[in-house]
């Protein structure tokens, strides 16, 4: 196995709490993997990890994109492999951690992705989720590739797919099993972070939007409105970040607002833990009531023992 410690998790589940100790106890450096943690001046929204709570360990792929600017997967393992690769070389740990699972599986696969041609395909395909929504692109996928059609949700990766197919006459879905066969990149050990009691993860949910709210989300949100970000952007468009902007541009109710971030999230962290269940190399520190952060330390430290030794 390569000297790589993936933690992967749902939204609030303390990846990052557990990233941080093992680098301590590892030498390691950290690689975030999230989609939305990459966006400067998106801090509190995104639960970026504070200087503090990273307690002097390197972290990587923060902050390299402004938010009008559209990030994606490919981007992201262009940006972040060579990161992995430099921490490696320096006899480091890098320890990859984040809940934006599409993000790691590639990563670690090695992924190449070629972009197209400028065809105009994406433009089409854009104009016409503008002109008939979401619910008609989503058909539209369901009658081209229906295994796809059922675990995307969000529109970017909607319309990716659909561009897939008609630039290559393949579906993503038959793309995905290809890419599948060849051998991974890196060959790491895997640590997945649940919990035994459900309401126990959307409880910390909960109180994460609380405490964003407590942080000054709501003028974080304002600040890059007034600074001319778009509200369709796709950074503005993530969960904890759209709602507001809904509810600041439209007078609607700040409370409400966050009622329906915590419904998101607890939705996000469903889809999130049926992505990383795929991964049968997973090894999952399931967190039992009353179990605190140090036990599942400890847990992940006997793993880390045994896969030493």
């Known amino acids: 196995m390569d000297n790589i410690i993936c933690i992967a998790g749902p939204t609030a589940s303390g ?37 503090e709570e990273m307690q002097g360990i390197p972290h990587h792929m923060l902050d390299v ?23 490696l070389s320096r006899g480091k740990t890098a320890i990859i951690a984040g809940g934006t699972g599409l993000y790691m ?19 089409r395909l854009e104009a016409q989720a503008d002109a008939e929504g979401m619910e008609a692109m989503q058909a539209l996928l369901q009658s081209i590739d229906p295994e796809a059609a059922a675990r995307i949700y ?11 197919y008609y630039e290559t006459g393949e579906t993503i879905t038959e793309h995905n099993r290809k890419t599948q066969a060849i051998p991974a990149k890196y060959d790491p050990l895997w640590l997945g972070l649940d919990f035994a009691d459900r309401q126990e ?18 003028e974080e949100i304002q600040n890059l409105l007034n600074s001319g ?29 966050a009622e329906e971030v915590k419904k998101a999230s607890r939705h996000y962290a469903k889809r999130q833990l049926t992505w990383f269940r795929r991964n049968k190399a997973l090894q999952w520190l399931i967190r039992q009531p009353g179990e605190s952060a140090e036990e599942i330390l400890m847990k992940a430290r006997q793993i880390l023992h045994e896969f030493d030794n």
């Open 15 to 51: 990846k990052t709490a557990l990233a941080v100790e093992l680098a301590k106890l590892t030498g390691g450096e950290v690689v975030s993997c999230d989609s939305m943690q990459v966006y400067r001046r998106m801090d509190i929204g995104t639960a970026k990890p504070t200087t």
């Open 65 to 87: 994109a402004e938010p009008e600017e559209d990030f994606s997967v490919s981007r992201y393992c262009a940006m972040a492999s060579p990161i992995v690769d430099d921490i």
């Open 105 to 123: 599986d590639s990563l670690i696969k090695g992924n190449d992705f070629a972009p197209f041609p400028s065809t105009g395909v994406r433009e």
């Open 154 to 164: 969000d529109r970017k990766r909607l319309i990716r797919a659909l561009e897939v």
């Open 201 to 218: 993860l959307y409880h910390r949910i909960d109180l994460r939007v609380d405490l964003m709210l407590q942080q000054g989300l709501v």
């Open 229 to 257: 970000i778009p509200k369709k952007c796709t950074a503005m468009q993530a969960i904890g970040y759209k709602e507001f902007v809904a509810a600041l541009q439209e007078n609607g109710s700040i409370e409400q607002a």
